[in-house]
């Protein structure tokens, strides 16, 4: 029978494959890849002859990722990721690897997995099992479960081979998808909405910067920040305390205040006088009992980390870069691992259980003797000392000393003093990177009176909680279930690539400018995502999986829900975060388009990216693709807009759908009184009343600085010029003079009238009513669109005028439309450009009656346009209200 043997990793495999093989007849042959070998020899498993081929991957062989059309950060709303469609496979990298292992699959009859035993390993476990069987669905797979590289554990593995464990794989599935889905969301949109919209000085070429966002990172920052802010927030406080001592021909005692310290300077000046005039101190316990200080507990890889960071200030990327009989050669402790194997000396004692198992792995431990290797570091050589050191001291009996406590009264206040004698070091001899304190006091006996060397008041003051050291951090992250043993330092590491944390020379992190305005943005928020309780939670969830507890579907499902829900809380309030941003860092000056709201539908010109509703700095709202530059496409918004938001209401007219509704709220003033300033409506043409207000009103000023000042008629030009983007707040949209609202304008009923006495008879018998721009008699025409079919209007002959007014609102008292004369600046893009319609701009400086032939506008490329065009498809030849696509 021949068997596939797969490992976790090429070093693995050798070493499986020499143990198993017991370096005798072992082949070794080339692979796909040049670092994954095969190893051939024979072995016998439960008295079976085989052939055994053991090969390797490098980690996980697959990797989760989305589909293609939603792996450019501009191709969908971030939103749209939590449903995106995902995918698992083989990346090119690994291709080699992945043939290697088609290519034996397809010659044996067994595939036995020797992936490490946690969660993790069981989900390569299931990724190799795939690309094997996909070749050879008759293949016989097993789970070799082993916790060390030595002999006895790879040779009882093989023998007790068991089933892979499909739990185990779907809890890294959740955990992969949920990382996945969340990153990618929150990562996309603090970078698309930040990184352009700030300077952020700190790197050199902040256009390639990511602002990742990362499930476990973040409350790892939480952790760093929080700290950061308890010493900024700490104000020290006095605090007085009494100490006594009492000196002796056996030596001196220094006796400590049973109440600590007092913050009230009456209330410890007043007891402490109490003591002065009462000095006399009685013995009133005096208690010995012998003490034991026990060894640590066998190290797993994140107490590893912990006390190598504080014992040699290595980092925890660094540590993870990285049996007593054997140990007896060595010049340094061999001699204390002779004591313990020597029944006489009764040093030894069997190690107790920490508070960790993921049944995945033994305590670390050295699995062979060194003196140390040529090619060791001095980080490697320390690495193995501690390694080696802490497993002795785990074998050993408990260091023994002897405490005396003494207690003493003086007025009424309780004072005491402990000493300490070692009796016996045990493991202490050999774990040097600890020791037991302590003095022997001297001998005091119960009812003994003395009277107090010293008797002081003394003050202090508090201090705040010193910055977080590695070893905290990684302390904070284990309890809080952040992390894994395996991933907690890259996490770390992490923070110190995208400029969120620093790490001092004492291995302490501080907050930069960057991490300690994100986290305070989100705080602000009220969503406390940088708080650990939302993945301890997911981790709660995913260990249900592996236990069989819960469903993978459901615990998918359900915290997706959730981090969407916190998301799109999040991108609705990201006002909060760009807050917290401006406390830290300047607003970039060449920023336009900084504040990017909610998708409105997917962009019918580049059919890549999505149309957003953006809001400029200058207060007005487009609706422009996020794939700009290279898409220009733009729907201009009417410039009287002051709040605009995208809901989750689809148009049933527009499509390709979805197409999403957007509810404004207009300035009164700046609209018609027979429109409502609320107003729930589509940007993609459908909506007549969204039309007629961008006519009506215009779309903001988007005129040149080189554009002439305007010729006013009613107020001079400088002041028309000078007001053009500020006077809108406030102005009457009839006579463009402030101090009374549209309604009350006194020239509106009286330009009513004028209009209608104005009228006059052409030659053709059509009755007219004088241009209010330029004097020439307008003729009467009828609209033979489908929403305003039959419906009479008056144009200008004039193309330098292009005003036009509704018939029947000049006989209404309202004045509808003709309240104000309207020009129609075009801002189009080219015609056969569907779906990059701009919205005309309604000539703001027109207000007071200036006319702007002369104008320069700008199009929804980008690109300059002069002169009047439709604004509906760009055609110099009409007007907007006669447009033949005014209805598509």
């Not at 006895?152 to 949920?178: C, G, K, M, T, Y």
């Not at 004692?349 to 140390?372: E, L, V």
């Not at 003493?408 to 016996?424: H, L, N, P």
């Not at 429109?675 to 940007?683: A, K, M, P, Q, S």
Request: glycine fraction near 8%; charge should be neutral.
């Amino acid at each position: 029978m021949k068997v596939l043997n797969v490992a976790e990793k090429p070093s693995v495999a050798k070493a499986v494959a020499t143990i198993l093989s017991r370096n005798q007849g072992l082949r070794v042959r080339e692979g796909r890849s040049r670092y994954n070998k095969l190893f051939e020899f024979n072995y016998s498993i439960r008295g079976q002859h085989c052939q055994m081929v053991v090969t390797s991957v490098i980690g996980h062989l697959m990797e989760l990722e989305f589909e293609d059309r939603f792996r450019k950060w501009h191709s969908c709303d971030p939103a749209h990721l939590y449903h995106a469609p995902v995918r698992k496979f083989v990346p090119e990298d690994k291709l080699d690897i992945k043939r290697t292992l088609e290519e034996e699959a397809r010659k044996c009859q067994w595939l036995v997995l020797w992936l490490d035993c946690d969660r993790e390993g069981e989900n390569i476990a299931f990724e190799v099992l795939e690309v094997c069987t996909q070749v050879n669905r008759h293949l016989d797979v097993w789970r070799a479960r082993f916790s060390a590289l030595i002999d006895r554990d790879i040779h009882e593995s093989v023998q007790n081979l068991v089933r892979p464990n499909q739990l185990f794989a779907d809890a890294v599935d959740v955990r992969q998808e949920i990382d996945l889905r969340i990153g990618a969301s929150f990562t996309r949109f603090q970078t698309m909405l930040l990184r352009d919209a700030f300077v952020l000085d700190f790197v050199a070429d902040d256009r390639n910067l990511v602002l990742s966002y990362g499930p476990c990172q973040f409350p790892t920052l939480g952790f760093v920040v929080e700290r950061y802010w308890e010493i900024q927030s700490h104000e020290p406080e006095e605090f007085w305390t009494i100490n006594c001592s009492h000196k002796s021909d056996e030596g001196t005692s220094t006796f400590n205040w049973m109440r600590g310290h007092l913050f009230d300077y009456t209330c410890a000046v007043i007891i402490y006088e109490m003591c002065v005039q009462e000095p006399t101190a009685t013995v009133t316990k005096v208690r010995q009992q012998e003490k034991l200080k026990y060894p640590p507990h066998p190290l797993n890889t994140i107490e590893l980390e912990k006390r190598a960071s504080r014992y040699f200030h290595m980092s925890s990327e660094h540590t993870m870069k990285g049996i007593v009989q054997e140990q007896l050669g060595h010049p340094i402790w061999g001699s204390y691992a002779q004591q313990l194997l020597d029944p006489g000396a009764g040093l030894w004692r069997n190690p107790g259980n920490g508070g960790h198992d993921d049944k995945a792995h033994p305590p670390i431990h050295p699995t062979k003797f060194s003196a140390g290797e040529s090619g060791w570091s001095q980080d490697h050589q320390r690495l193995y000392e501690l390694v080696v050191r802490h497993f002795l001291a785990c074998v050993s009996q408990p260091a023994v000393g002897a405490e005396t406590i003494v207690e003493i009264d003086i007025a009424g206040e309780s004072f005491s003093s402990s000493g300490r004698v070692i009796i016996a070091k045990n493991y202490l001899d050999v774990y040097r990177f600890e020791s037991w304190g302590g003095s022997m006091i001297p001998t005091y006996v119960f009812g003994q009176q003395f009277i107090p060397t010293t008797l002081t008041l003394d003050s202090g003051v508090t201090r705040p909680p010193p910055l977080l050291s590695e070893a905290d951090l990684l302390n904070c992250m284990d309890k809080a279930g952040i992390g894994t043993d395996a991933t907690m330092h890259d996490h770390i590491k992490k923070l110190l690539d995208r400029f969120y944390a620093t790490k001092d020379s004492n291995t302490r992190f501080s907050p930069t400018n960057l991490g300690e305005a994100l986290v305070m943005g989100y705080d602000d928020m009220g969503y406390e995502l940088w708080k650990p309780y939302l993945r301890s939670m997911m981790e709660c969830d995913m260990k249900a999986v592996s236990i069989g507890t819960k469903r993978k579907n459901e615990v998918l499902t359900a915290c997706l829900e959730q981090m969407k829900a916190c998301f799109l809380d999040a991108r609705l309030n990201k006002v909060k975060l760009l807050a917290a941003m401006a406390l830290f860092f300047e607003r970039s000056s060449g920023d336009e388009q900084h504040e990017v709201g909610d998708v409105v539908r997917q962009c019918t010109l580049c059919q890549e990216s999505d149309m957003v509703l953006r809001r400029k700095p200058d207060g007005n709202f487009m609706v422009g693709c996020l794939g700009y530059p290279q898409c220009r496409n733009v729907v201009w918004l009417p410039g009287s807009i002051s709040e605009a938001a995208v809901t989750t209401i689809s148009c049933n007219h527009c499509t390709p759908g979805p197409v999403y509704k957007i509810q404004f709220k207009f300035r009164r003033l700046e609209i018609p009184p027979n429109y409502n300033i609320d107003h729930l409506g589509c940007v993609c043409g459908c909506d007549e009343i969204l039309r007629q207000l961008t006519e009506i009103c215009g779309t903001g000023s988007r005129v040149s600085s080189t554009v002439p000042a305007a010729r006013g008629r009613g107020s001079n030009a400088s002041s028309t010029n000078a007001q053009r983007s500020n006077t809108r707040q406030t102005a009457c949209i009839h006579c463009s003079q402030t101090g009374h609202s549209s309604n009350d304008c006194p020239s509106r009923v009286l330009r009513s009238r004028n209009s209608q006495s104005h009228r006059t008879n052409m030659p053709s018998g059509e009755s007219s009513i004088p241009c209010n721009v330029c004097g020439t008699p307008c003729i009467l025409r009828t609209a033979n669109t489908e929403n305003n079919r039959g419906r009479k209007f008056y144009s200008c002959q004039s193309q330098e005028c292009n005003f036009f007014v509704w018939e029947d609102s000049l006989n209404s008292s309202s004045g509808g439309r003709s309240a104000q004369p309207a020009t129609a600046r075009s801002s189009a893009s080219n015609p056969s450009r569907r779906g990059g319609r701009g919205r005309g701009d309604r000539g703001r400086g027109r207000q007071s009656g200036a006319r702007t032939s002369d104008t320069t506008f700008v199009s929804a490329t980008g690109d300059p346009v002069s002169g009047r065009r439709c604004f509906v498809c760009g055609d110099p030849s009409h007007f907007a209200n006669v447009c033949p696509n005014r209805g598509m």
